[in-house]
């Protein structure tokens, strides 16, 4: 994907959001993060297209009229949160085999 959300906490009412990514931050910059909001965005490239078609899919940026769209930060975390957790248990699995080779290599 494109990157991450991060919640800054500041101790004020509202949260700080800083965005890595090529896309999110130009939404976030440009305060299209609720529908009222939302602002003409073209990719800028293949690459970049391909993750905007990506982000509309897992819904982190919504189309509330045609050619508009905004960047929905709940989506978007979830769907973080959600790709975190497919990567648990490949990473517990290649642990193991890790483990694995260093007991079969173990000379003691």
């Known amino acids: 994907m494109t990157g991450r959300l991060?919640?800054?906490e500041r101790?004020?009412?509202r949260d700080r959001y800083l965005v890595h990514g090529t896309i999110a931050p130009r939404f976030v910059e440009a305060h299209a993060v609720t529908p009222?909001?939302?602002v003409a965005f073209t990719p800028a490239d293949a690459r970049e297209a391909k993750a905007f078609a990506a982000m509309i899919a897992d819904g982190s940026i919504r189309m509330p009229a045609q050619g508009r769209f905004w960047f929905d930060m709940d989506a978007y975390e979830a769907a973080a949160a959600a790709r975190r957790a497919k990567r648990v248990p490949v990473?517990?699995?290649v642990a193991l085999l890790?483990?694995?080779v260093a007991v079969l290599f173990y000379r003691g």
């Open 6 to 8: 991060e919640r800054v």
């Open 11 to 13: 101790g004020t009412v």
């Open 36 to 38: 009222d909001d939302a």
């Open 91 to 93: 990473m517990v699995i």
């Open 98 to 100: 890790v483990a694995v």
